[in-house]
Nanobody, 121 residues
């Protein structure tokens, strides 16, 4: 499966963004999809994930502002981010794996190219 992340951009603090992860193949019923982010000079970290059955999991302290959902009919996973903060500035990646939901970056087999989010104060 090939993934393409898009929807990033420059946003003012307090604003919202809708990131999309489009898959080239069918992801329903099989693939778990996760969103990760990597800020400059920092490690890539788990932001949110959704299993093939719809179970969601969020990174620490992110559940209130982040919301992940999937539209299997469109082979797309959406990440909505509200009340953006300058600390949210990073490249956001989506990834997929043919197994259960995990926060472990190294456990995902398929990665999109990333979409950059910049939040100005």
């Amino acid at each position: 499966v090939q993934l393409q992340a898009y929807g990033g951009g420059l946003v003012q603090a307090g604003g919202s963004l809708r990131l999309s992860c489009a898959a080239s193949g069918r992801i329903s019923g099989r693939y778990t999809v996760g969103w990760f982010r990597q800020a400059p000079e920092k490690e890539r970290i788990f932001v949110a994930g959704i299993s093939y059955s719809g179970i969601t999991w969020y990174g620490d302290s992110l559940a209130g502002r982040f919301a992940i959902s999937r539209d299997d009919a469109k082979n797309t996973v959406i990440l909505r981010i509200n009340s953006l903060e300058p600390e949210d500035t990073a490249v956001y990646y989506c990834a997929a794996r043919d197994s259960v939901l995990t926060r472990d970056v190294s456990s995902y087999d398929y990665w999109g190219q990333g979409t950059e989010v910049t939040v100005s104060s």
